[in-house]
């Protein structure tokens, strides 16, 4: 089993920054993929960003691509989403999820990919 605890969530004005973390505990498997998902009401859940297979690979989406930043301690197991230059659109629980298979970029940001999921933190961006 794996337990995923996010943190870092917070309310901002757009143009702001906020950095997300989220610790992994339990066994993580050698080839481990992580990755950051949103959803907001009313919609379904957005992959965000992925670190994979063992943190060699890293991708993101389009909508994020120059303002998101995914990263990672391997030490201690956690990984960070440094948001900059925040939209009102970016405003969404944001999850932390892991799978416990190699996977590829297509694979990334779909949410059956990853088999845990953390709780979730709140980003709210104000306009």
């Known amino acids: 089993q794996v337990q995923l605890v996010e943190s870092g969530g917070g309310s901002v004005q757009a143009g702001g920054s906020l950095r997300l973390s989220c610790a992994a505990s339990?066994?993580?498997?050698?080839?481990?993929?992580m990755a950051w998902f949103r959803q907001a009401p009313g919609k379904e859940r957005e992959g965000v960003a992925a670190?994979?297979?063992?943190?060699?690979?890293?991708y993101s989406a389009d909508s994020v691509k120059g303002r998101f930043t995914i990263s990672q301690d391997r030490v201690k197991n956690t990984i960070f989403l440094q948001m900059n230059t925040l939209k009102p659109e970016d405003t969404a629980t944001y999850y932390c999820?892991?799978?416990?298979?190699?996977?590829?970029?297509?694979?990334?940001?779909?949410?059956?990919?990853?088999?845990?999921w953390g709780q979730g933190t709140q980003v709210t961006v104000s306009s």
């Open positions: 999820a892991t799978a416990a298979r190699p996977i590829n970029s297509v694979m990334a940001l779909r949410p059956n990919t990853y088999t845990y």
């Open positions: 339990g066994y993580i498997y050698p080839s481990y993929s």
């Open positions: 670190i994979y297979n063992g943190g060699g690979n890293v």
